[in-house]
């Protein structure tokens, strides 16, 4: 068995927007503590996976900052898909290429831009995952227990028995859920927030592609063909143009009985917006997160980023302000979510310079 990492790092982290852009997007960027959090995903593989077998897949705009943010990854291993097409297809496209390598491939599939702490109960986690998606040939997501009734997580419901200690078969996978049902799924007692973070053999997620994604196959099929040629980037592109978007969760793991959960007791948070950051910072005595040069009076429960030149907030509550050298956002936490709202007009009426 040979263990590889494959990182998703194609991103644009819309709902950071002004501080993420198509160029430099919320991975790429310093959101809590002193790294990015690309380099932090790839810094917590450390002991656990070889730097040589760690893949990262992104795109044309962000693969140049991707190889200086992590010069340790050898620039063969940063793969620029040539459209994103949702999880599915980057999978594959990893799949098909650590199997050039190995025909005893395993891969770890993880995203760019997750936050995790206690690193050494993460590497256990996904070592207990690995052996056990190597000896039994199962699909393995990786289940965070919750710890409150999260709306802007994906949820997986597993059976009570055991298939072995922590790992459990998944009965069903749930969208992201109104509060009602988020807490209907904690009083259960049976369900994982959905981490996105993934462990199995190569042959057997190609197999699973062939099953129930049989274009998406026959596609990875004739670019597989041109692997290490010149011809590859073009046949890449041509199959690309022709593939659905769709993620590994509705194209795969939703349709196979063969899928199973590893449950994770690290801290884990997938930093989906703003408030998600307010969330984890750490407040001062009037509950407020202040980055910048930043004058505050009887303002509380806010989120304040203005590195680069004096800002006065006053007499408001629970507002995000985000301002950089272009643009100024500001919203109240509620709203969070809606950010992405902004690019959408941005990019509707062609304003290209603020994205």
């Known amino acids: 068995m040979e263990i590889y990492a494959v990182i998703m790092a194609g991103g644009a982290g819309t709902r950071f927007w002004p ?86 491939a395993l891969m770890v599939v ?95 997620i190609l197999n699973e592609i062939k099953t129930y994604m049989p274009d998406l196959y026959d596609g990875l099929q004739m670019v597989k063909n041109y692997i290490g040629t010149h011809e590859f980037e073009k046949v890449l592109t041509q199959v690309y143009g022709q593939l659905k978007n769709i993620s590994i969760d509705y194209g795969i793991l939703e349709k196979s009985d063969n899928v199973a959960v590893v449950k994770g007791d690290f801290y884990w948070n997938d930093v989906g917006s703003w408030e998600a950051v307010y969330e984890i910072s750490e407040k001062n005595e009037d509950g407020n997160v202040i980055v910048g040069d930043v004058y505050t009076a009887r ?29 100024l956002l500001i919203c109240h936490r509620n709203n969070a979510q809606e950010v992405r709202e902004v690019v959408d007009y941005l990019k509707m009426n062609k304003r290209t310079e603020l994205l």
């Open 19 to 104: 501080r993420s852009k198509e160029k430099k997007p919320k991975q790429l960027i310093r959101i809590i503590g002193s790294n990015t959090m690309i380099q932090d995903t790839v810094y917590r593989l450390k002991g656990l996976i070889d730097e040589e077998k760690i893949f990262i897949i992104t795109n044309k705009i962000q693969k140049l900052k991707i190889k200086e943010q992590l010069p340790q990854i050898n620039p063969k291993n940063i793969i620029d898909e040539p459209f994103g097409k949702n999880t599915a297809a980057c999978i594959g496209l990893a799949a098909i290429l650590l199997e050039s390598y190995s025909n005893d």
């Open 110 to 204: 993880l995203p760019a831009d997750h936050i995790i702490k206690d690193v050494d109960l993460f590497q256990s986690t996904i070592k207990l995952a690995v052996d056990f998606a190597y000896s039994t040939k199962k699909l393995i997501t990786i289940g965070i227990k919750p710890t409150r009734p999260e709306t802007g997580y994906g949820y997986i419901q597993f059976d009570d028995k055991q298939l072995s200690q922590n790992i459990h078969k998944v009965l069903t996978f749930a969208e992201k859920p109104n509060f009602a049902t988020a807490r209907r799924f904690i009083e259960s007692g049976d369900f994982l927030w959905n981490s996105g973070m993934f462990v199995w053999r190569v042959d057997v």
């Open 299 to 327: 303002t509380y429960g806010s989120y304040i980023f203005s590195p680069r030149k004096f800002t006065a907030v006053i007499g408001v509550e629970n507002l995000i302000v985000i301002d950089t050298t272009d643009a």
